[in-house]
């Protein structure tokens, strides 16, 4: 995560805490949004030309990226950026629905522990009673087993996203160098 210019700083600071993004070194000059955030309704000015980084999802916990569009994309660098914002609303999707399912079945598990012991989900002094560690160990590990074959799913098919999305940077600087190569060229011919 890149650090947020001081001035960006400042000028975002009025807007809230749920409601501002903060910048990251990329290129370009139009913006895009690959999903919107239902964190935030910013829209990054026009005349940006980085990447930006939102706050956290509420129900994923990922931050949600605005993918900044250069005037003069390529049809490869459009390619990387379609598919890493692909790959963010697969992953957005994934973490959202896992966290849920995570919640309920966490709640349901302490709704039932208290149960059998014969206390309420809220103590005496109205704060809401917990289970200890050793106790949680146990859903835990419930949890991750229920859901072991999911994850090794996930695992994969994050690896192959990862991996394209690295191969297609190597060929877009590959093909920049080779442009900025040919462009010298040019010019001392000329």
Not at 93 to 99: T, V
Request: charged share 30%.
């Amino acid at each position: 995560m890149a650090a947020v210019a001081p001035r960006t700083a400042a000028r975002l600071r009025g807007i809230g805490p749920r409601r501002h993004f903060s910048q990251r070194a990329g290129g370009g000059a139009g913006l895009r949004v690959a999903e919107e955030s239902r964190a935030s309704s910013f829209c990054p000015p026009a005349r940006s030309c980085n990447d930006w980084i939102g706050p956290p999802d509420r129900h994923s916990n990922l931050r949600p990226i605005i993918f900044h569009i250069p005037k003069n994309e390529s049809p490869l660098e459009q390619r990387l950026r379609e598919f890493r914002q692909e790959t963010q609303v697969w992953n957005q999707q994934f973490w959202a629905s896992q966290n849920v399912s995570f919640r309920k079945g966490k709640e349901e598990f302490i709704y039932s522990r208290l149960k059998m012991k014969g206390l309420e989900m809220k103590d005496e002094t109205g704060q809401k009673a917990t289970l200890n560690a050793e106790e949680m160990a146990d859903f835990y590990k419930d949890f991750l087993s229920k859901n072991f074959k999911k994850h090794m799913c996930y695992n994969r098919e994050w690896y192959k996203r990862n991996f394209t999305i690295t191969f297609l940077m190597g060929q877009v600087a590959f093909a920049r160098a080779w442009r900025k190569l040919a462009w010298k060229k040019t010019k001392v011919e000329n």
